[in-house]
């Protein structure tokens, strides 16, 4: 029973592009959603989240999205740089203190 | 992610050996979460524990598996008799702030141990 899902299991996009990267969840109880960025043989770092509450949230390059009718965020970074390269995941937590549950992640490939 | 400390990076094991996973939460967490990535998947919640009692293991494998968090020392993970199906990376995380944008409670993951089961 997947809750979080990422149908894209990879994207590639030309530097300076945008790199839009997609969530779907199934649970209407996630009140908070997280992205993590891994690399190889690292553990995920925290890049961005978003409330409920809210419909979009923006940090110098990255924004995510969330269309709670749809149940469907989404990740946008621009421009996008080869060092951007790396899995990313999505996350979801019922309540602030909650454990998250993760997606299965999209590789993201930005070529030079 | 220099924070939460896991060792062994590494662990080779023979099927039917016995795994031990350690990590230490960020200096004054008291509160630990372990996640297992299988190859190619994401990661998926197994326990979450504070010191000297475990708080949800409703994603921990009913057999061979345990984990603890003593009062002193780090948490460890134990995977007894492993078999194939067990070579996965193991992360660990501890809450280490709110996030002020969104109220998100962020974990920080440690670096994560990799199993191999041959």
């Known amino acids: 029973d997947q809750q979080v899902k990422q149908n894209s299991p990879s994207l590639s996009v030309q530097e300076g592009r945008i790199s839009i990267l997609n969530c779907d969840y199934t649970?209407?109880?996630?009140?908070?959603f997280l992205w993590y960025k891994k690399y190889p043989a690292e553990g995920p770092t925290f890049l961005i989240s978003?409330?409920?509450?809210?419909d979009k949230n923006e940090d110098g390059r990255f924004t995510v999205f969330l269309n709670k009718s749809a149940k469907h965020l989404s990740l946008h970074i621009v421009p996008s740089q080869p060092g951007d390269s790396a899995v990313y995941f999505c996350?979801?937590?019922?309540?602030?203190?909650?454990?998250?549950?993760f997606g299965g992640g999209t590789r993201l490939m930005v070529k030079p | 992610n220099a924070g939460v400390m896991q060792n062994p990076r590494h662990l080779v094991r023979r099927r039917g050996q016995e795994a031990r996973l350690r990590c230490s939460p960020m200096?004054?967490?008291?509160?630990v979460y372990w996640y297992r990535q299988l190859p190619e998947e994401g990661l998926k919640f197994m326990v979450y524990?504070?010191?000297?009692?475990?708080?949800?293991e409703s994603g921990m494998p009913k057999e061979r598996f345990s984990a603890e968090f003593p009062k002193e020392g780090p948490s460890i993970l134990r995977i007894q008799q492993v078999v194939r199906g067990d070579s996965a990376a193991y992360f660990c995380?501890?809450?280490?702030?709110?996030?002020?944008?969104?109220?998100?409670?962020?974990?920080?993951f440690g670096a994560g141990s990799r199993l191999t089961v041959l």
């Open positions: 995380a501890s809450s280490s702030y709110r996030d002020r944008a969104s109220g998100a409670n962020v974990l920080t």
């Open positions: 649970n209407s109880m996630f009140d908070y």
């Open positions: 978003i409330s409920s509450i809210k």
């Open positions: 996350a979801a937590s019922v309540y602030a203190g909650n454990m998250l549950t």
């Open positions: 200096k004054g967490h008291s509160h």
């Open positions: 524990l504070q010191k000297e009692n475990i708080i949800d």
